[in-house]
Nanobody, 120 residues
Framework: VQLQASGGGLAQPGGSLRLSCAAS??????MAWFRQAPGKDREFVAA????????YYSDSVKGRFTISRDNAKITVYLQMNSLKPEDTAVYYC????????????????WGQGTLVTVSS
């Protein structure tokens, strides 16, 4: 499986961006977004199961970000609203290629990352 992320860029505080991550070459199960800000460890942002019926968000983005997926296109999205400067980071999509319980671990394929900068 390969993942290709896109949609990053510059946004103003309070603005919106939509990230996309297209998968190819194999099966995906739960998919997730992580991010890594300069000088910080990578952190979990959001995840969604294969059916799309269950999602999970970190407290820092809950109510502002929405994760969704289109299995026909094998693509996961991250709609980011009410962006804050602290959302500035490289965002990575990831997928599991086998089923596993829980939200945070077991993502064995990662995309290349897309930079999101929130600044006025």
């Amino acid at each position: 499986v390969q993942l290709q992320a896109s949609g990053g860029g510059l946004a103003q505080p309070g603005g919106s961006l939509r990230l996309s991550c297209a998968a190819s070459g194999g099966s995906t199960y739960a998919m997730a977004w992580f991010r890594q800000a300069p000088g910080k460890d990578r952190e979990f942002v959001a995840a969604i199961i294969y059916s799309g019926l269950n999602t999970y968000y970190s407290d820092s983005v809950k109510g502002r970000f929405t994760i969704s997926r289109d299995n026909a296109k094998i693509t996961v999205y991250l709609q980011m609203n009410s962006l804050k400067p602290e959302d500035t980071a490289v965002y990575y999509c990831a997928t599991r290629t086998r089923p596993r319980n829980g939200w945070f671990l077991g993502y064995d394929v990662w995309g290349q990352g897309t930079l999101v900068t929130v600044s006025s």
